[in-house]
């Protein structure tokens, strides 16, 4: 999903976010291996960045609720 969007993921290290390369492979600062960015907070980011869906969901469960109180 990421991959398709963006292009190729972008690999960063957890403690040096100005260290990106284009594939995995280790910090050269630290030796951690990089992760491919969004696989940590790819979720949480992306429902901040797009909150629409979340809204949307909320008012349909919200209906449904009253509905369901609402149908005797
Ligand atoms: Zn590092």
């Known amino acids: 999903m ?4 963006n292009g190729a ?3 960063t290290c ?3 976010k100005d ?3 284009d594939g995995p492979g280790t910090c050269p600062r630290c ?8 696989t ?3 979720m949480v980011r992306h429902m901040m960045s ?8 909320g008012a349909i469960m919200v209906v449904l609720i009253i509905a369901a109180t609402m149908v005797r």
């Open 2 to 5: 990421n991959a398709s969007q």
């Open 9 to 11: 993921p972008v690999y």
């Open 14 to 16: 957890p403690m040096h």
């Open 19 to 21: 260290v990106r390369q």
């Open 31 to 38: 030796g951690m291996p990089l992760l491919a960015e969004g």
């Open 40 to 42: 940590r907070f790819g």
């Open 50 to 57: 797009n909150p629409l869906p979340l809204v949307v969901m």
